[in-house]
């Protein structure tokens, strides 16, 4: 994928300045202002090439701020980085990216961002917050998440798997984390496991 977007983000501004380029020879000649056809073209280009170039735009950046890669380059977040090879199976980010349950380019992005009707605008909204604070806030200690965590965002995976529903606490509470009345992080309160980074607990394969 990220092949995919540095193509296209290349092949963005060649294509423009090709559009530009025959317009300014297009223009030289009179074409655009002599003809009802140019008048047209004009019109076109004013009109429609900023929304495309704007829109492929915001296309590549989301594409590009939703991989894995793009959040491990903030230096706070190396430690969280490390804790998916962290040697524990109690810890979750760490299960889940060893067990390849999510997407391995988009690790971050696939927990961290709320199923909902709007969730990935909520999701790109925070992590502007995030870029704001990393260059010109004061950066907590140990980060924290804006609100609690949701349960959808277990439960938009796990709530028709097999595995979670042979398990007899979720059976016997399913309708209270369904509802949130009672939170998944209740049971499962370890995400990531910093202290087994520190200690360079890590899961190597034989």
């Given at each position: 994928m990220r092949k995919e977007t540095h193509l296209l983000a290349i092949?963005?501004?060649i294509v423009i300045a090709v559009v530009v380029?025959?317009?300014?020879?297009?223009?030289?000649?009179?074409?655009?202002?002599?003809?009802?056809?140019?008048?047209?073209?004009?019109?076109?280009?004013?009109?429609?090439?900023p929304l495309v170039v704007s829109g492929a735009g915001v296309a590549v950046g989301v594409s590009?701020?939703?991989?894995?890669?793009?959040?491990?380059?903030?230096?706070?977040m190396e430690p969280y980085g490390k804790s998916l090879f962290v040697d524990n199976a109690n810890a979750l980010a760490a299960?889940?990216?060893?067990?390849?349950?999510?997407?391995?380019?988009?690790?971050?992005?696939?927990c961290h961002t709320d199923y909902a009707l709007f969730g990935d605008a909520k999701a790109k909204l925070n992590g502007l917050?995030?870029?704001?604070v990393h260059y010109f806030g004061t950066i907590p200690p140990q980060p924290r998440l804006y609100q609690p965590y949701?349960?959808?965002?277990c439960l938009h995976c796990h709530n028709d798997a097999r595995p979670f529903l042979e398990v007899e606490p979720h059976r016997e509470h399913r309708a209270e984390l369904q509802s949130g009345a009672r939170s998944c992080l209740t049971c499962h309160?370890?995400?990531?496991?910093?202290?087994?980074?520190k200690a360079q607990n890590f899961w190597q394969p034989e």
């Open positions: 092949l963005i501004p380029l025959v317009a300014l020879i297009a223009y030289s000649a009179g074409f655009l202002t002599e003809s009802r056809l140019g008048h047209l073209v004009l019109l076109g280009g004013l009109g429609l090439l590009e701020s939703s991989q894995t890669q793009f959040c491990m380059d903030c230096h706070e299960v889940h990216y060893q067990k390849r349950l999510i997407s391995r380019d988009a690790t971050c992005y696939a917050r995030h870029v704001w949701p349960n959808y965002n309160d370890l995400a990531h496991d910093l202290e087994g980074v």
